[in-house]
């Protein structure tokens, strides 16, 4: 065969998988949001389940969701940006740094089941939150902590350095320079780390099995040691456990598109905050 | 004023340098919690605790192994010649059966003679084997001989073909059919998502227009965020039924439909990692095979793919490790059947589906839990073997060919 009609048939071959990638996704999607479109409304995302999950709404999920994703992110927001600023700015380039990323990024594969056994070890039986908001919470914070660690390193190192050595020619500290001139700047960029592991955090069923979720609980949690129902687990009962199949799946879908909006919704956040800075970046 | 500014300085490093330390302190956590919990199980009897099982003083059986007690009650084994013993049938006994042996009167007062009429039981038979409670196990009698308890043993745990964690008196805590399992299902979604992740790969970086690798990163992106519980869903209602009639199956939930949809999701690591790779390899490579006369495929399957081979691995590796640890679509679409995997269309269990699966039922401290904690470490282990394995072979030195 001739090298230029070799070359042809491999090019097609791999612009045919290129679009079989791309149908998965929108296969996935489309299927999602085809059989849920018709069941979100109003009622379905502001009132509780009824008639044993096969009616009503999703609402006491979607508030567990939104009390576990603040609680997880008022934990790992803060310790993550804090890491970062610290291997990044201060830690130097010793085997120190090279060992915390290394470890960071070995949290990062450990599998979310693991973290939910571990939660239920320490938070749940050791110091006894018992299944709750704070135990699910912590759990997710330590799951989501690399990606925040990640993403606050990469914003860190976009920040040129002339930035900080005109700070310091300025005479300002290295504390000043850090919050003056360099986080204020870099702020964006950690906020779309923040984003992406809220959509993470939604999305994450396994590690909240055995620290948070609740079956069926119509009435929303009232402190920080209450069970909660949560989207994703919900999804998973109504998928695996319906008694009646044809009612419990329609809400099925819904919960599904719920779900998926968020992270979506999260993701086109995240890159269109990116493109904006990156233009802003540009500029200067 | 400037003593109090730089103590403030001195106090804002110290609390940087501790939340550094965050993820290495977890990851110690993690294993503190996870191995102290795990290795509970090799102190826990074979039996279930607080009971022993007892024979008659001729027998000359003096233990028997947690499996042929399991054997010996669903009567797979039935003659005491199988254990080394005499030549006779065994007969089983369990607590219960002594009531319609005796009535309710001849126990006397707070079943004080219990223990003395099982003791009778156990001399007048010899080939019995009893599970009695040690409230009222007949001890030190005449006649009576307890079977020595031995504790769960390295080797019943790791070399087990049976996973019946609630089988009684025996529990079965024998992992190889979830590791087996688990392998399976990972390796079958690799060899799946390999070639279309490489290919896609390829024209991301060597074909692909700018505006088309944007979107088509973007797509990958969103593939890889959507969560395992949607892809357990989708794979529940839609593969399943695919399976189940492409293969004319009576069930579709099957290590096959795990593979399948295992292979999905490991695609966007894949992809992302060995796109990074070959996007990397030095362009004075490519420039001095284009030179030479080669084509654009020539270059890419003689320079590129082999210059970027590193990360390629990198790439199939790290896919392996989230195919091994997914725990939520691959419990909701393999059928979770505890055995040894005879083929690609049955259903299996790996380990995360176990422990998600049963966690919820096994009481804590409980051998069980401490066995579903052991596979917790088992499947740490792995990740970590596999997340290192990645780091090594990424970082080595790239072929310059300069």
Request: hydrophobic share 50%; net charge positive.
């Amino acid at each position: 065969m001739n090298k230029k009609t070799t070359q042809k048939i491999a090019f097609l071959s791999f612009r045919i998988l290129g679009i079989i990638v791309i149908a998965i996704l929108f296969w996935i999607l489309g299927f999602i949001i085809y059989n849920g479109i018709g069941v979100i409304n109003w009622n379905f995302l502001t009132t509780a389940p009824t008639d044993g999950m096969t009616a009503g709404g999703i609402f006491p999920a979607i508030v567990g969701t939104l009390c576990l994703v603040a609680g997880s992110m008022i934990i790992a927001f803060p310790l993550g940006v804090m890491s970062a600023i610290y291997t990044q700015e201060y830690a130097g380039k010793g085997w120190i740094v090279r060992f915390i990323r290394v470890m960071t990024s070995n949290l990062a594969s450990i599998p979310s089941i693991v973290f939910g056994l571990f939660g239920m070890a320490l938070f749940v039986n050791k110091l006894k939150f018992g299944d709750s908001i704070l135990a699910g919470s912590l759990t997710l914070g330590l799951l989501v902590l690399p990606l925040v660690i990640r993403t606050t390193e990469e914003a860190l190192k976009a920040i040129p350095n002339s930035f900080r050595t005109g700070s310091y020619a300025l005479g300002a500290s290295k504390l000043q320079t850090i919050r003056k001139v360099v986080l204020p700047m870099a702020m964006p960029n950690i906020f779309t780390g923040l984003i992406l592991s809220v959509g993470r955090v939604s999305g994450e069923t396994a590690p909240i099995l055995f620290t948070v979720a609740a079956y069926f609980l119509p009435k929303l949690p009232t402190s920080i040691f209450d069970q909660a129902m949560a989207l994703p687990y919900h999804l998973y009962v109504l998928a695996t456990s319906g008694t009646n199949i044809d009612k419990t799946l329609p809400i099925a879908y819904g919960t599904a598109l719920v779900l998926i909006a968020i992270v979506l919704i999260m993701n086109l956040l995240a890159a269109f905050i990116r493109k904006r800075l990156n233009k802003k970046l540009k500029s200067h | 004023m400037k003593k109090i500014r730089r103590f403030i300085g001195r106090f804002v490093e110290g609390m940087l340098t501790i939340s550094g330390m965050v993820t290495t302190v977890t990851i110690l956590l993690i294993v503190i919690f996870l191995f102290k919990e795990g290795a509970g199980i090799f102190k826990s009897p074979v039996i279930e605790d607080g009971y022993h099982l007892y024979v008659n003083a001729e027998n000359p059986v003096k233990s028997i192994s947690s499996y042929d007690i399991k054997q010996i009650f669903d009567v797979e084994i039935d003659n005491w010649k199988e254990l080394n013993g005499i030549n006779e049938e065994i007969m089983v006994f369990r607590f219960d059966d002594i009531f319609n042996l005796y009535a309710e009167e001849e126990f006397g007062e707070n079943y004080k003679l219990l223990p003395q009429k099982l003791a009778e039981v156990i001399q007048n038979n010899k080939n019995i084997v009893a599970y009695l409670p040690k409230q009222y196990a007949p001890k030190n009698m005449v006649g009576v001989k307890e079977i020595e308890t031995k504790n769960i043993s390295f080797f019943d745990f790791f070399g087990g073909k049976e996973w019946m964690p609630t089988s009684k008196p025996a529990a079965q805590f024998g992992v190889l059919p979830l590791i087996l399992g688990t392998i399976l299902v990972s390796l079958v979604a690799i060899l799946i998502a390999l070639p279309l992740g490489l290919g896609v790969a390829i024209y991301l970086s060597e074909l692909a227009n700018e505006k088309i690798r944007h979107y088509l990163k973007f797509t990958i992106e969103l593939l890889a965020g959507i969560p395992s519980v949607v892809y357990g869903f989708f794979g529940l209602v839609v593969l399943v039924p695919i399976v189940q009639r492409v293969f004319h199956l009576d069930v579709g939930e099957t290590a096959f439909t795990g593979s399948l949809l295992l292979a999905i999701m490991a695609l966007p690591t894949i992809i992302t990692v060995s796109e990074d790779a070959m996007k990397n390899t030095p362009k004075a490579l490519r420039e001095g095979s284009l030179a030479l006369g080669a084509t654009k495929w020539q270059t890419i399957y003689r320079v590129v793919i082999p210059s970027s081979i590193s990360g390629i691995s990198a790439a199939v590796v790290l896919g392996i490790g989230r195919a091994i640890g997914e725990t939520m679509a691959v419990l909701m679409v393999t059928g979770n059947a505890a055995i040894m995997p005879p083929t690609l269309f049955q259903p299996v269990r790996t380990i995360p589906a176990t422990i998600a699966a049963e966690l919820g039922e096994a009481p804590a401290g409980g051998t069980h839990y401490q066995a579903l904690f052991l596979l917790g470490c088992i499947l740490f282990l792995i990740t970590m073997v596999i997340s290192i394995t990645a780091e090594l072979i990424s970082k080595k030195p790239q072929n310059s060919g300069l």
